[in-house]
């Protein structure tokens, strides 16, 4: 028997101990991510690199598909700031991963991450246009990979067209960033 034989025997018994394969998209679980750091220490990067982990988890996992395919926005069964698109539209464009930068569908989360320091309560921001995103270290120094996931899922939901309110309100909240920013965490954490 061949090598070949053997990986294939492998991925169908993993395949069949994943209880509710059939309801994850082939997309979800071959999603990706291409992350490059710039002016980072080693153990920065290390944080980012556990974060990644954790991201292609969560987008693989049946419970995000879940998480996101029924969140619901005043009683309805929407995000805020959605531009329009159902929940089932959202989950898509997140494993199509067309950045606003790239407009490629490529199955990743392409991401550049810069940090700087700024005593404001600014965690990280970023611009449409831009294929960067910026941490504040004043955070990012503090947090685990897993609240990591959240910033980094929240700034990337920017570069593939979601926005939100700039000040606080609790609307904010149910906006796609900020919404699949803390599925994104609450579920990482699992990793």
């Known amino acids: 028997m061949t090598k070949s034989f053997f ?14 394969f059939a309801a994850v998209p082939t997309l979800a679980l071959t999603f990706d991510t291409n992350i490059a750091t710039y002016n980072m220490t080693s153990s920065q990067e290390a944080k980012i690199q556990k974060a990644e982990y954790k991201i ?8 995000f598909r879940t998480r996101v395919l029924n969140f619901t926005f005043n009683g309805a069964k929407k995000f805020n700031n959605n531009n329009g698109l159902t929940n089932a539209q959202i989950y898509q464009k997140i494993l199509d991963g067309a950045e606003n930068f790239k407009t490629a569908k490529n199955n990743a989360m392409d991401l550049n991450i810069k940090v700087y320091y700024e005593n404001t309560s600014t965690v990280g921001y970023t ?5 960067y995103i910026n941490m504040n270290t004043k ?9 990591v996931t ?12 979601f926005d939100h309110a700039t000040f606080y ?16 965490e609450e579920l990482a954490a699992n990793y």
């Open 169 to 184: 309100s609790v609307s904010r909240d149910s906006s796609v960033p900020y919404a699949i920013g803390k599925i994104m």
């Open 139 to 147: 955070f990012f120094n503090t947090y685990t990979s897993t609240q």
């Open 56 to 63: 292609k988890k969560v987008i693989a996992s049946d419970a």
């Open 7 to 20: 990986k294939a025997v492998a991925i169908i018994i993993a395949i069949a101990s994943h209880q509710s």
């Open 150 to 161: 959240r910033n980094m899922m929240h700034e990337w939901l920017h570069k593939i067209g």
């Open 127 to 131: 611009t449409p246009a831009s294929s």
